[in-house]
């Protein structure tokens, strides 16, 4: 949740109507996760700094003013930066973000930063979604304005600072929401009769998911293109040996658009995926999708034997609730 709100307000970039003036940016780091920093906005890498020979960090660089991210090869930091700024940080790589601190001009803005990360990891995040709608509503307000109170109690802070990061907290807490929304609509699925699907197998035919009543199915809806959902690839393939033999179909269903075709026909070759591997018929519009509301990806859904969903937003492959779920249900 940490990363999904630093994502969100890193993307609200408040950019200088001044003329633009070089920065400078120093890091003093132990325990490196890497020789090279990066300061990035979005995804674009707006400055490579490398270690010198003493293993310090040092640039002078010019830069508008804004919120941006600062990865070290393992992890991210939020900054502030703008022109005329001389920022020196300090940090354990071994410990990230309890360690980072920041001195010199644009201290203020960046320390308040690190202080409110620390903070949001402690938040329990995931104690809010599970409230009912108005328990929740109730929560979301009080976040809302307690972290504004909090940023306008400080004092020394840059003016368009406190306006940009005021508006990341609204727009952080909007997308909680809409999360919210969502998990929402998913739970109102639970316990009902799940819509089927009629797909392509990659070895060959059709697979229905009504071929499959008396097993429950997991289902991984997926996309080559996809890193997250990639990376849970090695974690599903753990999940499908440890339940070999079980009562259960482990399911990945392609929402690779029809140019994606043949990378999804190869990739699932190359990489000798197990399961039952399909391809949505018409991607992200099949009415499969379109019935559990996916509109991101990767989503799983867990189904019985009898076609009912148990879980329509279930546990992720590396996640350790997954394991717990399916060992009470194929005891």
Known sequence: MKKLLTLVTTLLVTVSLFAQEDMIFQANVTNKNGDVLFIKNG????????????GEFKATFSIKEGLYQLFDGAEYAQLFLKPGYDLKMTLDGAKFDETIKFSGKGSNENNFIAAQTLAEQKFDYNGMLALDEAAFKKAFDEKLNGDIARLDKQTGLDANFVTTYKAGISQGLQGLKQYYTQISANKKLNN?????????????GKTTLESLKGKYVYIDVW???????RAEIPFLKEIEAK????NIEFVSISADVQKDYDKWKNFVTEKQL???QLYADKNWESDFLKAFGISSIPRFILIDPNGIVVDADAARPSSPKLKEQLDKLLK
């Open 243 to 246: 339940y070999h033999g079980k």
């Open 274 to 276: 197990g399961g039952i």
């Open 192 to 204: 009902t009769k799940s819509p089927g699907f009629d797909f392509e197998n990659h070895k060959g």
């Open 43 to 54: 995804r674009t890498i707006v400055k490579e700094i490398k270690a010198d020979e003493k």
């Open 223 to 229: 996309a080559t293109w996809c890193g997250p959902c």
